[in-house]
């Protein structure tokens, strides 16, 4: 075990960096809104949860490239009508997200495609070479969120 990445210099890290952030940047071109949760300004109720009345307070959205992985659209029916069950997953470059200083954490909001997502996970586990320290990217899964649970737009009258 002691020759993991032996042959996987800092070198080649930089290499695959600079190849997917073009590669994000310049040829995918798919971004998403990243709206970070402002915990502080949230009013929560005594089990820790959301007040009802005002929600959630996000921070301005922050604009960021990534692959996205959609499931199907699932609409159960029941005694109060459909509703829309749908989950996504983004997948960001790790050293996009510490270049701009942030980094998506459960309850945090992404926008795509005029739509709203709610993080309900996020995983970093895929390490170059098999070491810890060459992490490569963020994997965060979501669930469809409506907008009427969001304090984003004012709803129409």
């Given amino acids: 075990m002691g020759l993991r990445g032996r ?8 290499f695959i960096n600079s190849a997917n952030s073009e ?4 040829v995918i071109q798919t971004t998403v809104i990243l709206y970070k ?17 005002t929600g ?7 604009e960021i490239t990534a692959l996205i992985d959609k499931a199907d659209i699932d609409t159960p029916y029941d005694e109060f009508g ?6 996504v997953v983004f997948k960001m470059r790790e050293n996009m997200l510490k270049l701009i ?9 992404v926008k795509f ?7 309900d996970n996020v995983v970093q586990q895929q390490f170059l070479g098999g070491i810890e320290d060459k992490s490569h990217s963020i994997i965060v899964n979501t669930h469809y969120s409506r907008i009427s649970k969001l304090n984003f737009v004012e709803r129409q009258q």
Wanted: charge should be negative; avoid cysteine; proline fraction near 7%.
């Fill in 7 to 14: 042959f996987f210099s800092i070198r080649d890290l930089k």
């Fill in 101 to 109: 200083n942030i980094y998506p954490e459960v309850g945090d909001i």
């Fill in 23 to 26: 590669l994000m940047g310049d």
């Fill in 56 to 62: 959630k307070m996000f921070y301005p959205g922050v």
């Fill in 113 to 119: 495609n005029n739509q709203f997502f709610e993080v």
């Fill in 37 to 53: 949760m402002e915990a502080d300004q949230t009013k929560t109720n005594i089990y820790g949860e959301s007040d009802p009345a």
């Fill in 82 to 87: 459909p509703d829309r069950n749908q989950t």
